[in-house]
Nanobody, 126 residues
Framework: EIQLVESGGGSVQAGGSLRLSCVNSGSSYGYDCVGWSRQAPGKEREAVAAIYRRGGDPLYADSVKGRFTISQDNDKNTVYLQMNGLKPEDTAMYYC???????????????????WGQGTQVVASS
């Protein structure tokens, strides 16, 4: 069983930075892609960053490209999301997700992933 636990959320001023962590405390098998999605009140969930466990170029939503960086430490079963230049519109609950994408676009497939964490709140105020 894959069990994802996020941490690192908080409140910052616009322009500030946060680093989110997602630890898988369960099985290391059963997924080939991990990523981050976010959901603001009254809005649909948006996949913002994803990375294949085998490596390769990470994938980003246009809304965060150039500001957010996803990385992974497979030895620690941990995925990180470094968020710089935070904007008020980045305010949302951020969720870690893991699933199987095979050769499909990992970021686009995230909406179908089975394993999700409970989320960590990020607030960027102006």
């Amino acid at each position: 069983e894959i069990q994802l636990v996020e941490s690192g959320g908080g409140s910052v001023q616009a322009g500030g930075s946060l680093r989110l962590s997602c630890v898988n405390s369960g099985s290391s098998y059963g997924y080939d892609c991990v990523g981050w999605s976010r959901q603001a009140p009254g809005k649909e969930r948006e996949a913002v960053a994803a990375i294949y466990r085998r490596g390769g170029d990470p994938l980003y939503a246009d809304s965060v490209k150039g500001r957010f960086t996803i990385s992974q430490d497979n030895d620690k079963n941990t995925v990180y999301l470094q968020m710089n230049g935070l904007k008020p519109e980045d305010t949302a609950m951020y969720y870690c997700a893991a699933g199987v994408a095979h050769d499909r676009d990992c970021l686009k497939e995230m909406t179908f992933f089975y394993y999700w964490g409970q989320g960590t709140q990020v607030v960027a105020s102006s």
